[in-house]
């Protein structure tokens, strides 16, 4: 099945979405593979209005492509295999929601989108820094896939919020890393970001345990869904070219409560974009 309110094709649609459920390297609870279809099922007990931004689905032309289908899921051939597949998509000039899987999809693609626009800039919504060199034994997955977005674009170019779990080293690494707020730090820097493209990149690990515990690697201290949506709204200011929402974990829970939650979420990010 898909979104019931993707109401275009390929052709005529500005903005695509695409599912990628990949938790090969998730360390704690995975899962995050089923996300996608979860989210489209918890989908059907959402409005395609939002009070929140006074807009409509129906406003946007949407397409949702399914679900992309694993050739090899080696690190280094699954890479290439996204890379090359967003490539195609930015080709055609569209924009992009991706729906995780784990963190580490961003990657390769970040990679795509920084080869096609020159002037990117990549904001993070995440309760961890992800700033690590490696982890348990992998230089690509979710605890260092800000750090390998940091290697592509600079440091001037990559905002973290919401940060409450990472290494004191980490916290040196990046200067645009804000703790445990969103609203306000943004609110901050915002206007640095206005002549970029703006990718964002939503962890949902960085809304509160108690709002979302269905995520692969919980953490206690993080905002909640108004503070969230607030941020979004902040972002409206900004071109958004492309989103992914990440490390959703369905079953850990009643699915279709969080299910519900995280399709509100897909609502708002859609018509920020507009
Ligand atoms: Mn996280």
Redesign the pocket.
């Known amino acids: 099945m898909g979104f019931y309110f993707a109401n275009a094709d390929i052709k005529e649609a500005d903005i695509l979405i695409l599912g990628i459920g990949y938790d090969r390297t998730s360390s704690f609870i995975s899962g995050s593979r089923f996300a996608p279809n979860l989210i489209r099922e918890g989908a059907e007990n959402i409005e395609s209005y939002s009070p929140y931004q006074k807009k409509d689905l129906s406003e946007i032309k949407i397409c949702d492509l399914g679900n992309f289908i694993f050739q090899n899921e080696k690190p280094e051939e699954f890479i290439k295999e996204v890379k090359g597949l967003i490539e195609n998509y930015l080709k055609e000039k569209k924009k992009l929601v991706i729906l995780g899987g784990e963190?580490t999809i961003t990657y390769p693609i970040v990679m795509a989108f920084q080869e096609y626009y020159k002037n990117l800039a990549v904001i993070i919504f995440?309760?961890?820094s992800?700033l690590r060199e490696d982890f348990m034994g992998e230089k690509v997955c979710?605890a260092t896939v800000a750090k390998r977005i940091l290697e592509i674009v600079g440091k001037k170019n990559l905002y973290q919020f919401g940060i409450r779990?990472l290494t004191k080293e980490c916290l040196e690494k990046n200067p645009n890393l804000f703790l445990f707020e969103i609203f306000k730090p943004l609110k901050r820097v915002i206007n640095l970001l206005k002549n970029k493209k703006i990718y964002l990149s939503l962890?949902l690990?960085?809304l509160d345990m108690a709002f979302l515990p269905a995520?692969q690697?919980p953490?206690a201290g993080g905002v909640n869904f108004l503070e969230l949506v607030s941020s979004f709204k902040l972002l409206r200011n900004l071109e958004i070219v492309g989103v992914d929402i990440v490390?959703f974990s369905p079953f850990l829970n009643n699915p279709f409560t969080y299910a519900s939650l995280c399709a509100e979420i897909v609502r708002e990010i859609l018509l920020i974009m507009k």
């Open positions: 963190h995440d309760g961890h992800d979710h779990s962890d690990d960085v995520v690697t953490v490390e």
